[in-house]
């Protein structure tokens, strides 16, 4: 599974929180956030047809207008990109990827500690 962009997960992000939605829904919902900045609808409908066609939506037509859907839950889209990480970038090596880990310093001290001590039994 290929990772997704940042306006692309962004997106996806959104429906798998609130569910099925239309490109009007989206276009409304993520141009309210105040911290980004405002997208024409045609951008979001671009974006939610191209999800369509890398499988990651499902386009149905509804009343109006048509309505978009995951079709890969959430769960499933970070475990792929988790185990992405681990093959490509830490040779499949789980002690490598937490050993990344507990260098983070994003992660609290204790929490990297854990790590730590998981690696170096």
Same mark, same amino acid.
């Given at each position: 599974?290929?990772?997704? %962009? ?41 974006? +939610?047809?191209? +999800?369509?066609?890398? %499988? ?5 037509? %509804? ?7 995951? +079709? ?19 040779? %499949?090596?789980?002690?490598?990827? +937490? ?23």
């Amino acid at each position: 599974m290929e990772p997704l %962009g940042r306006l692309q997960l962004r997106i996806m992000h959104h429906i798998w929180k609130t569910g099925p939605c239309t490109v009007q829904e989206m276009h409304a919902a993520m141009n309210a956030i105040q911290a980004t900045r405002s997208l024409a609808y045609t951008t979001f409908l671009t974006v +939610l047809r191209n +999800l369509t066609k890398r %499988g990651f939506l499902n386009q149905v037509k %509804g009343n109006r207008a048509h309505v978009f859907m995951p +079709l890969i839950d959430e769960r499933t889209y970070k475990l792929a990109m988790v185990r992405q990480v681990r093959r490509e970038l830490c040779g %499949g090596d789980v002690a490598v990827l +937490l050993g990344y880990l507990a260098l983070d310093e994003e992660i609290a001290v204790v929490k990297r500690q854990l790590i730590q001590a998981m690696t170096n039994p």
